[in-house]
């Protein structure tokens, strides 16, 4: 058994060709029963996100050619020179593809140090490739162990729980303060790019309702619509500060537009629940002064971007963290991988054994004719009985004893040994 | 987590075998089983809220009520003359109710450390791993809930069995006026902490000194004040 993966990545190819390599998932579904019908891979898998097209994959016979002819078919069904395209590629099997797959999904490999969104391609890749039965055992083992890792990461390092852009980073301080957002309201004052970020994380987060307030109604109508939200008249300050729990102000203007007694008056009418206000605009949209009213937390984009810098730096110190992990996953998957071959080994020497045995005795009692028929029907059972005595008890073991599958590094050396005049199975 | 709770069940159990009733004749022992509740407690809550992440925050406190006992007076207090289910069950719905309010306090306090923080804009790296201020304010809110419930019901119990013992429903005592008094501090807090003046930071303010009342009636008072309830 073996894992084969042959790819390219944002650190391998620039983007034209990654463009050209890509898959849709009409091509990946396409792909995938091709790369079976003609026999090259017996499970597979594509994933294919803007940074990176992979194949991964398990061949009927453990072999490196199979790497080569998995290359050639990529050239083939992207129309790409094979020079082009080889020079991109990179080749990985068993070990280093399962590490490769697990790094990618914890989002140690990613452009964008950490993100999130990877795990969830990771899935839908997987779930594709289940769906059209192109994945078998192995495949369903790996890609359960990289959602795993993937968890894990997220989970226990802190790899992608520090925002990395100011709009992020905003929307994560309002998660530690109202928890998740899904029945949370934000206002948004102003339309421009900064505001349609910040909208989008939010979109992202499952905010519920977004009202959008702008002086240029058009502009206004334009975001609203993109992220199903509503559009307040601009200046109907306190109609707009009832309901939300989010306010978000990106809008060109020389004096505060949101004033502290806006918000005071806001806050009384509201019962002073908690109100997150995120000033994005320079000059500043919020007067500072706002900040000291019972429950208003206020952040400008000086104390954003402060936040982001402090991040970076924390995430570049989880690597190891993160790094320990996928080690630990991996060497899970292997000793799993190699449990389940032992399994098959054993069982590949019983009928080897027996086979052995039938041939063993018609050879040799063809001569004995002494022997009635009653009599060497139990002679083969009190072989087989050996025989099964014999194979018992390493299989056990086999199955028991996790220490033991560890210890058993090479099962392609064992199968060599025992098996040696067999075909491979 | 969980697997210490069952050990220590049986190691509770293990206790009121010896005395054929919940472990209340000593410190040590209510300081044990009120350690077991509070634990018990907050995996309740835990489960309910199907929530974390607060867990790694108030472990170290339990802990530090557990040391608090260890080094707390043992000598042995005067035994109640009382025995029996319902006097067992007083016993224990109280010590429950006081862990519910060491637990709401735990997360009041949590609660206003991480307010401080965000209000202030200091973000050190603990604030991306402590729980959301609006879970911390609903799980304090769930557990004074549990407590009030049970203070209730063991107060109840308890004034049964002054009847029962000297005869009257109610005689002054200082420790049944501070149980009185919590019971109303507590309910004050969730009146309170669901209007617009108290919202947030100020209610659990009121939750943090609640329990040093709590603390009073359960040291001061029984070891000082009380004329009949001096025991644990």
New interface residues.
């Given amino acids: 058994m073996e894992i084969v993966l042959v790819g390219l990545n944002h650190r391998t190819a620039p983007v034209e060709l990654r463009e050209r390599a890509s898959f849709t998932a009409e091509q990946a579904g396409r792909a995938v029963d091709e790369l079976r019908a003609r026999g090259i891979l017996e499970e597979t898998l594509v994933l294919s996100t803007c940074n990176r097209s992979e194949v991964y994959g398990v061949p009927p016979v453990a072999s490196r050619e199979c790497a080569q002819g998995l290359s050639s078919f990529l050239s083939e069904f992207h129309a790409v020179r094979h020079e082009v395209l080889n020079v991109s590629l990179y080749h990985q099997y068993d070990r280093a593809a399962v590490r490769h797959l697990f790094r990618v999904s914890a989002g140690l490999d990613s452009m964008l140090l950490g993100e999130a969104e990877i795990l969830g391609q990771v899935r839908e890749a997987y779930r594709f490739a289940h769906e059209r039965g192109a994945t078998g055992p192995v495949l369903n083992r790996l890609f359960q162990g990289a959602l795993e890792v993937g968890k894990r990461v997220r989970a226990e390092t802190?790899l992608g729980?520090?925002p990395m852009s100011v709009a992020s980073a905003g929307v994560?301080?309002a998660?530690?303060?109202?928890?998740k957002l899904n029945d949370r309201t934000a206002l948004v004052l102003g339309a421009g790019k900064i505001s349609e970020q910040v909208v989008e994380q939010l979109h992202d987060r499952g905010i519920a309702h977004i009202l959008v307030m702008n002086r240029s109604r058009d502009h206004a109508v334009e975001l609203a619509r993109e992220c199903d939200g509503k559009v307040i008249e601009w200046g109907e300050w306190d109609k707009a500060l009832l309901s939300p729990d989010v306010v978000v102000a990106s809008v060109a203007a020389e004096e505060p537009v949101l004033r502290r007694e806006f918000l005071e008056h806001a806050m009384?009418a509201r019962?002073?629940?908690?109100l997150f206000l995120m000033d994005l605009g320079v000059p500043r949209n919020i007067e500072a002064a706002a900040?000291k009213l019972?429950?208003v937390?206020l952040?400008n984009i000086d104390?954003l971007s402060g936040?982001v810098e402090?991040n970076r730096a924390?995430r570049q110190s989880e690597i190891p963290r993160a790094e320990t992990i996928v080690d630990e996953q991996v060497g899970k998957f292997l000793s799993w991988q190699a449990s389940v071959e032992l399994v098959g080994l054993i069982d590949a020497l019983r009928a080897r054994l027996h086979e052995e045995r039938a041939s063993f005795i018609r050879a040799r009692m063809e001569s004995i004719t002494h022997l009635s028929a009653d009599d060497r029907q139990r002679l083969e059972a009190l072989m087989d009985e050996l025989l099964e005595k014999l194979l018992l008890e390493p299989a056990q073991r086999l199955r028991g004893e996790k220490e033991l599958r560890r210890k058993i590094q090479n099962v392609e050396a064992l199968r060599d040994l025992f098996l040696s005049n067999r075909e491979k199975p | 987590m969980l697997l210490g709770l069952v050990a220590h069940y049986f190691a509770l159990l293990e206790r009121s075998r010896g005395l054929h009733t919940v472990p209340y004749h000593d410190l040590y022992g209510s300081m044990s089983l009120f350690g077991w509740l509070l634990a018990l407690i907050y995996l309740g809550l835990e489960v309910y809220h199907r929530q974390r992440s607060v867990g790694a925050f108030v472990l170290p406190f339990i802990l530090i009520f557990f040391l608090a006992a260890h080094f707390a007076p043992t000598d042995r207090l005067s035994l109640p003359p009382a025995r029996g289910a319902s006097f067992a069950f007083h016993v224990t719905l109280s010590i429950l109710a006081y862990a519910a309010f060491a637990l709401s306090f735990v997360l009041s306090l949590i609660f206003l450390g991480?307010q401080r923080l965000?209000?202030n804009?200091k973000?050190s790296?603990v604030?991306?791993?402590?729980?959301?201020?609006?879970?911390l304010e609903r799980m304090s809110h769930s557990s004074v809930l549990v407590g009030l419930i049970s203070i209730a019901i063991g107060t109840v119990l308890g004034f049964i069995w002054v009847d029962r013992l000297t005869g009257q429903y109610w005689y002054y005592d200082p420790k049944y006026v501070i149980t009185l008094l919590v019971l109303f501090l507590y309910v004050l807090y969730l009146r309170l902490a669901r209007?617009?003046?108290w919202?947030?930071?100020r209610a659990s303010r009121l939750c943090i000194f609640n329990f040093f009342v709590v603390v009073m009636s359960f040291t001061v008072v029984n070891l000082y004040l009380s004329h009949s309830h001096r025991y644990f």
């Fill in positions: 802190e729980a520090r994560k301080l998660e530690r303060i109202f928890g009384a019962g002073n629940r908690a900040a019972y429950n937390y952040y104390d936040i402090q924390a | 991480e965000l209000r804009r973000l790296n604030v991306w791993r402590l729980p959301s201020l609006e879970l209007t617009a003046a919202r947030g930071a």
